[in-house]
């Protein structure tokens, strides 16, 4: 079993920065696959960053390309998205989310363990 905590998000200005962090609970984190999606009110829950086991490889959505940066530290079982250049559409909760298994994954059916959720808002 996996328990994932988020924390770090904020009311900033836009062309400002954020780190989200998801700290997580359970031996088997380091072995899983890590994501991060994201829901505005009204809209569906969205792929934003995911990241595989190794930290070796990530992926990105087009919409956060070249401004998001997702990281892991298994030793401190935790994993890190870092933002720039936000702007007030990144506005959303943002949710950390793991799976377990090779490679990584972008489709939120296929994570098995979510966290709460932390609330990002992008002001104009």
């Known amino acids: 079993q996996v328990q994932l905590v988020e924390s770090g998000g904020a009311l900033v200005q836009a062309g400002g920065s954020l780190r989200l962090s998801c700290a997580a609970s359970?031996?088997?984190?380091?072995?899983?696959?890590v994501g991060w999606f994201r829901q505005a009110p009204g809209k569906e829950r969205e792929f934003v960053a995911a990241i595989d086991w190794t930290g070796g490889i990530t992926k990105y959505a087009d919409s956060v390309k070249g401004r998001f940066t997702i990281s892991r530290d298994n030793a401190k079982n935790t994993v890190y998205l870092q933002m720039n250049s936000l702007k007030p559409e990144d506005t959303s909760v943002y949710y950390c989310a793991a799976g377990r298994g090779y490679g990584l994954r972008l489709k939120s059916y296929e994570y098995d363990y979510w966290g709460q959720g932390t609330q990002v808002t992008v002001s104009s």
């Open positions: 359970g031996r088997t984190f380091s072995s899983c696959y």
